[in-house]
């Protein structure tokens, strides 16, 4: 099942975007309360997830900016105090990203805490151990620091490209949906003003944007609007088709019956004008209604044919010895409609019925009902 759901903020509830989206298609092409709810679940955990992660590296990256500042101010010492050196930074903007004064102060001593400490009047000679180690201590904070910062950079851009195609998806649901409103007015609209099968789409749409609700299918190509537009005739079309042979069926218009005695039973209904305006088509449209009519019947002749039981392989034979056999045959057949509805037809009802009997002595009797079985062991 293709799982239809729309962006929202990570506030919107279940029962808002019911309300919303209730009477949208997508929304209703999950079947079960239960199951849309699984659906809208599943992503809005997704999206939140997401913006979650957003939200701790945007936070990283105010870190790392902060740290960058207090970098480039030269002099601090592992003995450094924060009050002693932040009016220095107040007019920075890395300064004012961060949102909390004691997230500033905690976030210099975490990098005082790399820094070598102050020195002293004492000679190099004194301490040479301990400098190197603090040299070494201090190489591998920057090195470590070096290798977040890059981690969190990479972090930064896979989150990135997810929420862009977040985006574009959600930009493509809101394409989609607006296309299909769209398409729902246009339909409404040829609905409601073209009723005739006659009109070029040029002459429509000349009456189509009369109508203030055209402007409602801006969003449709003009050749979408046309492809609609064709869709709309064959439906009319089709319609009025199956309308007109109805009014035909009723006319019990038999298999022989001229377009003139039926056009004379049939004009004053008003399916007959409705269906053309032109009397060629509705006499074309006659003449397949006969055509289809009586392949029908001949196929339902054959049917009847081979459910007679007094029809079998020895029946040829019979008809030879006798012609009231024939004659016997006949009267049975007559009992059936699908044998009287093809007297207009009598001479190919009666060639089907020879060809039929001819066909049954040429195959011979029916093998016996074991005759497929493999032979038994005893």
């Known amino acids: 099942m293709k799982r239809v759901i729309f962006f929202s903020r990570c506030r919107t509830s279940f029962n808002d975007f019911s309300s919303k989206f209730g009477k949208d298609d997508r929304y209703r092409n999950i079947e079960r309360m239960r199951d849309r709810e699984d ?7 997704d999206v939140r997830k997401k913006e979650k992660e957003q939200r701790r590296l945007d936070q990283e990256k105010i870190r790392l900016n902060f740290i ?3 970098q480039e101010y030269s002099g601090l010492n592992r003995k450094s105090h924060w009050s002693d050196v932040k009016k220095k930074f107040r007019d ?5 990203r961060v949102d909390s004064s004691n997230q500033r102060e905690e976030w210099f001593r975490e990098y005082a805490k790399t820094l070598p400490k102050k020195k002293d009047k004492e000679s190099d000679e004194d301490k040479p151990a301990e400098k190197e180690e603090e040299d070494d201590k201090v190489k591998e904070d920057r090195e470590k620091q070096e ?3 890059a981690s969190m950079r990479e972090r930064e851009r896979v989150v990135q490209e997810e929420m862009s195609v977040i985006a574009k998806d959600r930009d493509k649901e809101r394409e989609s949906h607006r296309y299909d409103e769209a398409v729902q007015h246009y339909k409404a609209l040829l609905t409601d003003l073209v009723r005739q099968t006659d009109l070029t789409y040029k002459e429509a749409r000349k009456i189509l944007k009369k109508d203030s609700r055209y402007e409602l299918a801006d969003p449709l190509s003009k050749h979408q609007k046309e492809e609609l537009y064709e869709e709309h005739l064959d439906q009319l079309s089709a319609k009025k088709k199956q309308t007109y042979r109805e009014l035909l069926e009723e006319a019990d218009v038999a298999l022989d019956a001229s377009w003139k005695e039926i056009k004379r039973k049939i004009r004053e209904d008003p399916r007959y004008t409705k269906f053309s305006s032109q009397d060629s088509k509705r006499e074309k449209e006659f003449d397949r209604f006969v055509k289809d ?3 029908k019947a001949l196929l339902e002749f054959r049917d009847l044919l081979k459910e007679t039981r007094h029809i079998d392989f020895k029946t040829k034979s019979r008809i030879d010895e006798s012609e009231q056999n024939m004659k016997d045959i ?3 057949l007559k009992n059936d409609k699908r044998f009287l509805v093809l007297e207009p037809l009598a001479k190919a009802r009666k060639e089907i019925l ?3 009997i001819d066909d049954l002595a040429r195959r011979g009797p029916p ?3 074991t005759a497929s079985e493999p032979a038994r062991r005893h």
């Open 39 to 45: 659906v809208f679940d599943e992503f809005m955990h």
């Open 68 to 70: 960058e500042m207090v």
């Open 92 to 96: 920075d903007p890395r300064y004012e």
């Open 147 to 149: 290798r977040q910062q």
């Open 293 to 295: 009519k009586t392949a």
């Open 330 to 332: 006949v009267e049975i």
């Open 354 to 356: 020879l060809e039929y």
């Open 367 to 369: 093998p016996p009902p």
